[in-house]
């Protein structure tokens, strides 16, 4: 008999259901928040409540589009955290009410390992290819840049982190700080397309080991702006293309300088990586050019899996539901992964 998961994704802003038969995409729905625009970051409260708008709706999407009914799941799935509360009430809630009254098992599932076991989404169409293990994944995204070792689908460790500001914060910061809009990423990678990354020099961080920090790289960028401003109000509207070109190689000089050394010290040379920040495509290209040189074998996310999404939460949750996890409904959702 197949498996069928339903994943439900609400942790930030967007709401999103997606579904899985033995482990083949059959769904993937997200309903992005705008509200948040004219705010440039987003609002918990109001994402919130945009969840609770779309979240029967999505659902209900996910599986036409997916042909299965509700009585044919074998799991429900959701994001317990880490994220926003109010947003994970939301899908938290809705899974359990939806587990209750189908009679169905739901399995909890930790945002993060969504993330890092994304490639393993199948699609009827594609060639699929997925990592073994172990395999290293660079995890990016507005809360989050790790270096995490994998072991197996449900054995990961973190080899190294953040000590400050996550690096989808640093472009999303600047980007606003510099004027550009929000969020900051795909309207950074986009400029940076056209200009020329060896123009300006940013500080870089000396953080012992593997973890990483990006608070510094950013201060750095706005002193320098703030100053040239000064002697040349039309400074950022005539350089924008090189600042940004500029400003994300160093970002990408960061995150490669610290993956490097991980795959030499574990010896490991599957390389995945994941997270909004992961649809950059100056990252993209690193890692591949990286990987060309050291050997590495390297397995990059469809753009449509690197942001949140529930198909990552319907795998990861398959991959418990396997295991014959199966979690309590007085489960609460977790803002922080250290309280998973
Ligand atoms: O994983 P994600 O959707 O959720 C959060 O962690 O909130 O990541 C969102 C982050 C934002 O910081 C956004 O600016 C960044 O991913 N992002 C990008 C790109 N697309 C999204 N950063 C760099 N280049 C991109 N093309």
Redesign the pocket.
Known sequence: MSDIILGIESS?DDTSAAVIKDGFLLSNVIASQQVHKDFGGVVPELASRAHEVNIVPVVSQALEKAGVKPEELSAIAFTRGPGLLGSLLVGTSFAKAFGLSLGKPIVMVNHLQGHILANFVKQYDKENRQPSFPYLCLLV????SQIVKVSSPLEFEILGQTIDDAV??A??KCSKMMGLGY????I??RLAKQGNPDRFKFAKPHIQGLDYSFSGVKTSLLYFVRDEMEKDPQFMENNKEDICASFQKTLIDILLDKLVKAAKQTGIKEITIG???S???GLRERIEMEGKKRGWNTYLPEFKFT??NAAMIAIAGYFHYLAGEKTSLDVAPVSRIADF
């Open positions: 930030c995204s507005g809360g989050n989808g914060e472009f999303d969020p900051g990423g795909p950074i990678d997270g909004g920040v649809a950059n495509s942001t949140d």
